[in-house]
């Protein structure tokens, strides 16, 4: 029974890690882009668009991290003893889960808001910072997904 709970959360977090994966992929190098593309010249269309597709998923990636953090620390919890090397693994995950925390709290609480009352003038500089800020959770996403493999295997 033990090992079927054990699995269950391994699938759930793995299933929790790739959509989060895939959604930051998806935004940053197709939705983004064709957008972009799209829009051409029209950038207050091109605004409007992305905040309505933007609109509501807030609270759904505070509820996907927070799901990530609590399957990871139901593994956790269930591991038993492993080495100081497993321990520095799973410390490296949740500094990266604190990170992509802390990252996505300034995309939706700071520059979600100055986005929204950019005049267009100051639009490309705050669009270059979401892009850094969606490469940095992206660069999470993998660097945790990388660890995690790795503590299947120590």
Do not use: N
Not at 20 to 29: E, T
Not at 31 to 40: D, H, V, W
Not at 56 to 61: M, T
Not at 75 to 81: I, N, P, S, Y
């Amino acid at each position: 029974m033990r090992d079927l709970v054990v699995a269950a959360i391994v699938a759930g977090h793995l299933l929790l890690g790739v959509g989060w994966f895939g959604a930051m992929g998806y935004s940053l190098f197709v939705l983004q882009p064709k957008a972009t593309a799209y829009f051409g010249a029209d950038d207050d269309a091109h605004e409007e668009f992305l905040t309505t597709v933007a609109h509501g998923a807030r609270w759904k990636v505070v509820g996907l991290l927070a799901a990530l953090g609590g399957t990871g620390a139901g593994l956790v919890l269930l591991a038993g003893h492993r080495s100081g090397w497993w321990w520095a693994a799973v410390g490296g995950k949740a500094a990266l889960l604190c990170l992509a925390a802390v990252v996505f709290w300034q995309v939706s609480w700071r520059l979600w808001p100055a986005r929204v009352f950019a005049l267009p003038a100051e639009r490309p500089a705050i669009r270059r910072r979401f892009r850094l800020a969606a490469l940095t959770l992206l660069g999470c996403a993998t660097a945790a997904s990388v660890l995690g493999v790795a503590l299947r295997l120590l």
